[in-house]
């Protein structure tokens, strides 16, 4: 599975930003696809997650009420809906796609996009 990522750019605080991610050479139908990120100097942190065979949903503390990650099954695609955005928001966002396991941990994910950058001015 190939994945791109795309969707980011500069946005002032309180704003929204819609990212994309797409899937190439195989469905996302048996997989968990996840959106992570990370700042500069910080370890790359879970965002949110969604299970494709059902739709389950999973968002981190940080972004519940904010994030919202929904999937597109014609385009094969995931999407990253980010409103209320915040300086401390700014990181490179991955997405990425697993065959199991738990969807916090990035070790669950044989798959990663090439990330795209958010930047969140005050």
């Known amino acids: 599975v190939q994945l791109q990522a795309s969707g980011g750019g500069l946005v002032q605080a309180g704003g929204s930003l819609r990212l994309s991610c797409a899937a190439s050479?195989?469905?996302?139908?048996?997989?968990?696809v996840g959106w992570f990120r990370q700042a500069p100097g910080k370890e790359r942190e879970f965002v949110a997650a969604i299970i494709w065979s059902g739709g389950s949903t999973f968002h981190a503390n940080s972004v519940v009420g904010r994030f919202t990650i929904s999937r597109d099954n014609a385009k094969n695609t995931v999407y990253l809906q980010m409103n209320s955005l915040k300086p401390e928001d700014t990181a490179v966002y991955y997405c990425?796609?697993?065959?199991?396991?738990?969807?916090?941990?990035?070790?669950?994910?044989?798959?990663w996009g090439q990330g795209t950058l958010v930047t969140v001015s005050s």
């Open positions: 990425a796609a697993a065959r199991g396991g738990n969807v916090y941990y990035t070790r669950s994910y044989d798959y």
């Open positions: 050479g195989r469905s996302f139908s048996s997989y968990r």
